[in-house]
């Protein structure tokens, strides 16, 4: 039987133990770079911020280095600085 005060919040609130909060959908993320056939990159430069679909973000690891790539359909929006 799981330990009731570990199922406890800061407020006291008792939650089942099988509770998970929910993960936000989106994320932003800022453009380092971007491959020669992306059919927005007119709009793209280096810093801008895009909001991505998260579950669609590839994390590849190479040379102790991780870096997040994901195809340009998965991006939902550009942020523009104002």
Not at 21 to 40: G, L, M, S
Not at 63 to 75: E, H, M, P, S
Request: glycine content about 4%; proline content about 7%.
């Amino acid at each position: 039987m799981p330990d009731p005060i570990q199922n406890m919040t800061e407020s006291g609130i008792m939650l089942p133990a099988d509770f998970k909060p929910t993960e936000e959908r989106y994320v932003t993320a800022e453009v380092i770079q971007w491959a020669p056939d992306v059919r927005f990159k007119n709009e793209l430069q280096t810093g801008v911020k895009v909001i991505v679909d998260k579950p669609m973000v590839e994390e590849i690891n190479m040379k102790n280095q991780t870096i997040n790539v994901v195809l340009d359909n998965y991006i939902i929006g550009i942020l523009s600085e104002q």
